[in-house]
């Protein structure tokens, strides 16, 4: 039987012998420096043992070679094929030889890499018959075949969709001192045998290219479909999703998805894993259908993702995935996704998505109710023409209704009302300039808490980030003056950017009321505190703004007026100013908002900066004819966007509309003019290191820009 001999190193006290009971599951306590279990690996038994090993039994050769044991409790052991070593997190010393010993470790195993062609000829050195002998560590190759080590990791996918680019690195990574044998020029012949198929096997399929190169439109599509193999992997749905249509149409992206789902029912893979795979397909389309419903609203694009969804949903494997689709196709709809960047309108793969549909043989033939929404010709096809059945629910077997009312199961529905909702609030939250700023309004605005005004400040922000979808600031930075006219949802951008410029000139105005530098003091303290009360909310978009009005020239120029400021005030704001200043590319605020884990609102002219800096300095296609997709490009846009998404989805607990804050901040009457307004624009961080006389980049730059 072969075996696999780890070394379980350690001070002690540190618990290896616990550690061996848990690892092996034993019910009653080890008695033996080696403790082995017989464990199956793909099949074929092997003896797994775990060695104790004290670091005092461990010798370091004067060429920095280690010595392992390989007689234990008068047992023959045979080389170690690798080595844990185990500390206590309570006990320092137990960290001690640590370091020490990885050192020793990875140069034995860097030198054996270097020779195991000359090793492999060699024989062992002979031991003898008593105590603690020891077996140099070029000694200890692994007699383990490559297949073995293959199944010890993480396991692939039988079925070739799996790239190959990941295959080849992962195998790779397993090949470590653990299996130091492994090898062409290795003696044994089955080690031979398996590393021709495992890792010589030809690749049957093209190499992913790199990314100056671009990728085609293809390979994304692959990549969308296949597992996630990795933290990067996971994202890229999300990305792609979010921005694919500034370089493909619904219509062609529709057709891949349905084509590459029909496909799977020709492979050889066990009927298993092609449902497996054919479900994360459809995670994906409903992923799509749910968050971006506008996608659809083109009436060949519904037409067919209805043909589709009414055919999976009458297999019983299938039937939920259609139900929630369903129910993202039923409030499809005409907005500024339809017919922006690439369109369907321009899309011709009508005729192959009907092709790919009747094709296939999974799933029942198309049932009664789906054949009345065929369109019955050419002239049906008008972007005007509406929907036989507007607004109705694909019907699949399962469901107790096919009405809108089941939707409200979906949480992306969910996610949509709340988005609709928030844009009908926004409408609301417009400065009305109704009410002359007064002594009356300065007292009233010193008598409220800082706690209640922050809150307030941070509902407002809420509901306008709320209405904002990624796509919106995506095509904000990427459209001209014209062209964002004629998109609806923009005005949910312009209006956070605008709210966030009039809440700089409201700090202004409230501190320059009064005319004694004691009164400003008061209410430049007051706002002060209002700030750091907004960073304890994770409110970063109106602490940038407030920071804007606070070091604005027509304020920071009050040096009376800050003199009066108390020391511990004064130190907490520059905390805040260092926290958003823009050092390092603002360093502090973009660590603050990553590890930010709860509710937060994004510093939006940073983030709308990023995505500026994105598109305008990179192309969308890149290759020789253009026709390649500069994926880098979104890599970079997606990152941002991702984080905003992040942020939407973790909503703030209700918050009490307070209505005499919010009359402040909307209703009051602001100076804007050459006196106030023309001095402190743009907003400007200050520098602390300077003690603030060398003015920052401009805050405002990426939203005027």
């Not at 616990?18 to 793909?42: D, H, M, R």
């Not at 196709?329 to 321009?346: C, I």
């Not at 979906?410 to 009305?432: G, K, Y």
């Not at 192309?619 to 994926?631: A, K």
Request: hydrophobic share 35%; charged share 25%.
């Amino acid at each position: 039987m072969a075996e696999i001999n780890i070394g379980v190193l350690g001070a002690a006290g540190v618990g290896k012998t616990t550690f061996v009971e848990k690892a092996f599951g034993l019910q009653t306590s080890v008695s033996s420096s080696a403790t082995g279990k017989t464990i199956p690996i793909n099949g074929k038994p092997y003896m797994v043992r775990l060695l104790e090993t004290p670091f005092d039994d461990i010798e370091v050769e004067e060429d920095a070679r280690i010595s392992w044991p390989v007689v234990v409790n008068d047992e023959e052991m045979s080389p170690l094929d690798g080595a844990l070593a185990l500390y206590d997190v309570m006990n320092k010393d137990s960290l001690a030889d640590i370091p020490k010993m990885l050192r020793q470790t990875r140069d034995a195993a860097a030198r054996h890499r270097a020779t195991t062609s000359a090793v492999s000829n060699k024989s062992p050195p002979p031991t003898s018959q008593s105590g603690h002998n020891r077996a140099q560590s070029e000694y200890s190759g692994s007699t383990v075949d490559s297949q073995v080590s293959t199944h010890i990791g993480r396991g692939t996918d039988p079925c070739s969709e799996l790239r190959p680019v990941r295959q080849k690195s992962q195998r790779s990574a397993q090949k470590s001192f653990l299996n130091l044998d492994e090898s062409a020029s290795s003696g044994s012949s089955e080690s031979e045998g398996h590393s021709s198929t495992s890792v010589d096997e030809p690749d049957t399929h093209s190499e992913t290219p790199p990314d100056e190169k671009g990728y085609s439109f293809d390979n994304l599509v692959d990549r969308l479909l296949a597992q996630p193999m990795s933290k990067t992997d996971s994202k890229f749905a999300a990305i792609f999703l979010a921005l694919y249509r500034k370089f493909a149409a619904p219509c062609r992206l529709l057709e891949s998805i349905i084509r590459r789902f029909e496909a799977l029912d020709r492979d050889a893979c066990p009927h298993m894993v092609k449902t497996v795979s054919q479900l994360r397909h459809l995670a994906i389309m409903e992923q799509w259908v749910n968050s971006y419903p506008g996608d659809f609203a083109h009436p060949w694009t519904h037409r067919n993702m209805r043909l589709f969804v009414d055919k999976i949903g009458s297999n019983r494997i299938y039937a939920v995935a259609a139900k929630e689709m369903g129910h993202g196709l039923a409030v499809a709809d005409q907005d500024d996704d339809t017919d922006r960047a690439f369109s369907d309108k321009t899309c011709d793969c009508t005729a192959t998505i009907d092709t790919t549909l009747s094709s296939l043989s999974s799933v029942a033939t198309l049932s009664d109710g789906c054949e009345s929404d065929v369109l019955s010709g050419p002239s049906d096809l008008e972007l005007g023409h509406k929907d036989p059945h507007p607004g109705t629910l694909v019907t699949v077997p399962g469901s107790t209704s096919g009405s809108t009312s089941g939707s409200s199961s979906s949480s992306s529905q969910t996610m949509l009302n709340a988005v609709e909702s928030a844009q009908r609030q926004a409408q609301s939250l417009t400065p009305t300039s109704q009410t002359p700023c007064s002594k009356v309004q300065w007292h009233q605005l010193m008598e409220i808490p800082e706690e209640i005004i922050a809150k307030e400040l941070t509902r407002i922000d809420w509901v306008m980030f709320s209405s904002m979808r990624p796509r919106d600031l995506v095509r904000h930075v990427s459209m001209n003056a014209q062209q964002k006219q004629a998109c609806k949802n923009l005005e949910n951008v312009d209006r956070m950017i605008s709210h966030f410029n009039h809440l700089a000139y409201w700090v202004a105005n409230f501190v320059l009321l009064r005319d004694k530098p004691k009164h400003r003091a008061l209410m430049l303290e007051k706002l002060m505190r209002v700030a750091r009360k907004l960073r304890e909310l994770n409110n970063y978009n109106a602490l940038g703004a407030l920071l804007a009005g606070i070091n604005g020239i027509a304020v920071h120029r009050l040096a009376a007026t800050r003199e009066l400021i108390p020391p511990a005030v004064a130190k907490d704001f520059m905390k805040l100013e260092i926290l958003m200043g823009s050092q390092k590319s603002h360093f502090a605020y973009r660590l603050a908002w990553e590890n930010s884990s709860s509710e937060r609102i994004p510093y939006l002219p940073l983030h709308r900066r990023d995505l500026v800096s994105a598109e305008a300095g990179n192309r969308t296609f890149v290759g020789d004819g253009g026709e390649r997709v500069n994926w880098k490009k979104f890599e970079i846009m997606g990152e941002v966007i991702l984080a905003l998404q992040k942020a939407q989805g973790t909503p703030y607990p209700p918050m009490t509309k307070n209505e005499d804050v919010r009359m402040l901040v909307l209703d009051c009457k602001l100076v804007k003019d050459d006196d106030v307004g023309s001095q402190y624009a743009p907003f400007q961080f200050p520098s602390p290191s300077k003690e603030f006389r060398d003015r920052g980049t401009s805050l405002l730059t990426a939203v005027h820009s």
